[in-house]
């Protein structure tokens, strides 16, 4: 079993007399690239979870519900099944009154069978427009946090990818140097060099 010495930290960093300035600038170029990851990615994601939360604040103050009407039968069934779910609803036509006065008609989901007339709950905007229902509270905290946290990984790649780059070129050209000194003293101990 081959011994392995104690771990150094922050190795690139030390003085040392084999250390090439290469070297120097690999350290330089990963911290930068970790550090502009992490910033990144933290700063875009804080940003757009807050603007997320904010607009779904915003709908749920500004949107409303309101009484409209079937204005023809659901199709389908009348008889509901009983554990009926969601799935389980069909499109029918409704209308209702916007805030200032003027008719509006949209589809909504229903019980299949509801006859014309039925009174159904329709979310509206302040232009009366139809909206789906706001997201609550602890909706729109996992939906905020969801979106920065997406936003906050694709930020994240492209300093992260950057860097990945810049270190496999600086590699690259570090092998090419090695080979370069290499073929350099293979010469001086008299060794062929190919």
């Known amino acids: 079993m081959a011994f392995r010495g104690p771990k150094v930290w922050l190795w690139r960093w030390r003085r040392n007399p084999l250390k090439r300035p290469a070297d120097t600038m690999e350290a330089w170029v990963l911290l930068g690239a ?30 409303r ?3 409209g009407r079937l204005t023809e039968a659901a ?23 916007g805030p200032d006065g003027s008719a509006h008609t949209g589809q909504v989901r229903v019980a299949p069978g509801s006859e014309a007339g039925t009174p159904v709950t329709v979310w509206t905007d302040r ?3 139809m909206v789906t229902e ?11 946090s969801l979106v920065g946290g997406l936003a906050g990984i694709g930020a994240a790649a492209l300093p992260f990818a950057g860097g990945r780059v810049l ?19 293979a010469t001086l101990w008299g060794r062929p060099t190919s």
Do not use: C, N
């Open 127 to 129: 232009q009366g427009r």
């Open 75 to 97: 199709p389908g069934d009348t008889s509901e099944r009983p554990g009926s779910s969601v799935a389980d609803r069909v499109w029918a036509k409704v209308g209702w009154t």
């Open 134 to 144: 706001p997201a609550s509270p602890a909706q729109a905290k996992m939906r905020s």
């Open 34 to 63: 970790w550090a502009l990851t992490v910033l990144a990615g933290v700063l875009v994601g804080w940003v757009a979870a807050g603007s997320v939360e904010d607009e779904l604040a915003r709908e749920r103050v500004e949107w």
């Open 65 to 67: 519900p309101l009484v």
């Open 167 to 185: 270190s496999g070129r600086l590699e690259r050209r570090r092998i090419a140097q090695w080979d370069t000194d290499w073929a350099r003293f």
